[in-house]
């Protein structure tokens, strides 16, 4: 498990860094302000959809039915299915292109006219993505049904690439179209990369005879964790609504931090693929104990990277954005989102110890139950606190989710949650001790060992390698 987490996790590292250098050289060139604003809230859609794959929404649902099969089945399976699923992205994309102006005004309602019409033009020609991004996600099946994760987790560096270089050569000549274009070849290049290897597995899109059936029984998988995904990131334009409303460059400051949160993700991500591989593999007497491993793993990845972030934000803003992070919320808002990181990655695990069992309705019934409480605090937080009100609402989501995630399955006297999370809490509260230090020669080295030391503690005590 660890061995293909780590090389999981440095293929994924790649691309999320390439992710974060886009926002950063977006910043740069455009400034935080209404530009800026109006090509993220268009690609916010599109992104939503990608990271929705990357997550294994797809997978979650159609790794276990293709494991299941022998291998002359799987390949009826997997190539009957292609065209439908090309179907169903030409459909999305449509409804995302021809109701772009709708969707702009929806997801940055404090946007003006111009930067709405603007918004609204990116949009037209982001949805183009969409078929790459689901072609992508269906052609790593196979892939990581033999436990081959590194080529599929390339997607993410594969898509920011040609933003990347745009924004890199060109910077604030470049234009809202250009940058819309290069996210489309980006999108084009990740099922590219795929291709070869599927077809030397057996993956012949031009013969569209499979099983009858088919298409229902992974509608009927795949149906929940649609709604679990749509009302996380329903949760995601909320927030991206809240923040539209709170003044300009809100919505960049929002995005900007759940970027930088993202960057110690990677390795849980990779975690959660290979996790769900492994767990579809096994027999129910073996997934409690692969869970504890996984679970153990998880606080020992999210938790040194929260204190981290928590106790050096305004030292690491101060050196990535020097010039447009002047009196900005950022680093509070960065410190904020940190918490709720490490919580998180418990319930990405709890959810696919049920999908691996063959369950996506159990993990959706807690996960709306969270999200409800999430958008109800959202309405309220972030008008009485600022931007951190945000990042409070998602903390209570993310609680409430984990706890009915842990009754719902009987693992509440199962698992060691009560001192890990303890444990958390405690870490967290004393790496926010950090936070406030003004010197940054201090703060940054501070924070650092701070971290390294949580690390090395939580291996000793948890041991997730056993």
Known sequence: MFNSTLWLTLATLAGLVLGFAREWLLIAAWGAGQRTDAFLVALFL??????????????????????????????RWLNGLTPWLLLAA????????????????????????????????SLQLLALCVPGFLLHAWLSIPLQARERFVLAGLGSLLFNLPSVLLLALQGSSSSNAQLAMACVAGSLLMPLVLMLPAGRLGWRPWRWSGEEGSGREL???????????????????????IASLLGEGAVTWVNLARKLV???????????????????????????????????????????????????????????????????????????????????????????YAY??????????????????????????????????????????????????LRSQGLLHSLNWPAQWLASLLLLGLAALLHPLTNPWLQLPLSTLYALACLVGLAGWLKPWR
């Open 46 to 75: 599109p992104e939503a959809v990608r990271m929705t794959l990357a997550a294994g929404l797809l997978a979650s649902a159609a790794l276990p039915l293709y494991q299941e099969r022998d291998e002359s089945a799987r390949l």
């Open 90 to 121: 030409a459909l999305l994309t449509i409804v995302l292109s021809a109701g772009a102006p709708l969707w702009s005004r929806l997801i940055g309602p404090g946007l003006d006219m111009a930067a709405q019409h603007e918004a609204s033009a």
């Open 219 to 241: 509608l009927g998988r795949i149906g929940p964790l649609l709604a679990s995904n749509a009302a996380s990131q329903g949760l995601a334009l909320l927030e991206r609504v």
């Open 262 to 352: 993202n960057l110690p993700l990677i390795a849980l991500m990779a975690l959660n693929q290979v996790l769900l591989g492994m767990l579809s593999s096994r027999a129910n007497d073996e997934r409690l104990t692969m869970l504890r491993r996984g679970l153990a793993a998880a606080t020992l990845l999210s938790l040194p990277a929260a204190v981290g972030l928590v106790g050096a934000s305004p030292t690491l803003v101060a050196l990535l954005l020097p010039q447009q992070t002047q009196q900005s919320p950022l680093p509070a808002l960065l410190a904020w989102f940190a918490v709720p990181l490490v919580f998180g990655a418990w319930n990405a695990m709890l959810a696919r």
């Open 356 to 405: 691996a069992a063959g369950d996506t309705r159990l993990p959706l019934r807690c996960e709306l139950l969270g999200s409800a409480a999430n958008a109800l605090l959202l309405a309220t937080l972030p008008f009485a606190l600022g931007l951190p009100g945000i990042a409070l609402a998602a903390l209570a989501g993310v609680l409430l989710t984990g706890l009915l995630l």
